[in-house]
């Protein structure tokens, strides 16, 4: 038997092929002529009774050579859930993997810091007497002194949400010559990641590390070399956490 379907198909159907060059089609109306001869889905031997989303039986039909079958039965049938996003028209079956999104930290709060004189963020540059240009850092001023900590760290809250963490090493700057090392370490003080030994010479580094799970981010900066005095300059440009879960 044949039945004449009108209208914008709304049903996601297996088979169905979107001619479109974007990823969200022009919505068309057109008439099809479908038929329907009481096709059975059967899976692994069990026949199985195709239902939308509301429990209503929903037949299979034929297709100008193509049997088209719920996708939602289909994918139920499999243990998988199913979902419509109507913003994107898109179809999800199993896990809804959202694309990654950078997220950059330089208008986000840190938790706690220690022997920092000064924190400074921002989109652009806009403190310190760098001589570098800098978007999207971070960037801190520490004391430098023979006797004191040459140890200066900053904590940020990641609350399990970054999949990773990227950005770009500056090279020091100051009023003295330095050189040191910044390590990144997780809330369990487990070692993620650790930079090479930054000089005012050396090019700028861009640097990625895995944080999955991590519920914080403990950024360490560890002064190398000679027991100089006076102050120093620090600064991660393009500095974000990676995530889907926005």
Known sequence: MKKRLQGLIAGVLIGVMLTSGGVLAKQVSETINAVYMNVKLVIDGEEITPKDANGNVVEPFIYNGTTYLPVRAVGEAFNKDVHWDGETATVYVGDIV???????????????????????????????????????????????????NRKS???YSLNGLAKKVKGTFAPPE???????????????????????????????IEFVFDTHNCLELKIEFEIKGKENTGYGYCAINDFAIITTDY
Request: glycine share 8%; proline share 7%; net charge positive.
């Open 98 to 148: 959202k694309p990654a999104k950078e997220v950059f930290l330089y208008d986000k709060p840190y938790k706690s810091c220690e022997n920092i004189r000064e924190y400074i963020s921002g989109k652009e540059y806009k403190a310190f007497n760098f001589k570098s240009n800098f978007n999207n850092f971070i960037g801190f001023q520490f004391g430098l002194s023979p006797e004191g």
């Open 174 to 204: 100051g009023n003295e010559v330095y050189e040191g090392v910044i390590k990144f370490y997780n809330e369990n003080g487990k070692l993620l990641y650790q930079s090479p030994i930054l000089r005012p010479s050396v090019n700028p």
């Open 153 to 155: 760290n900053v904590v």
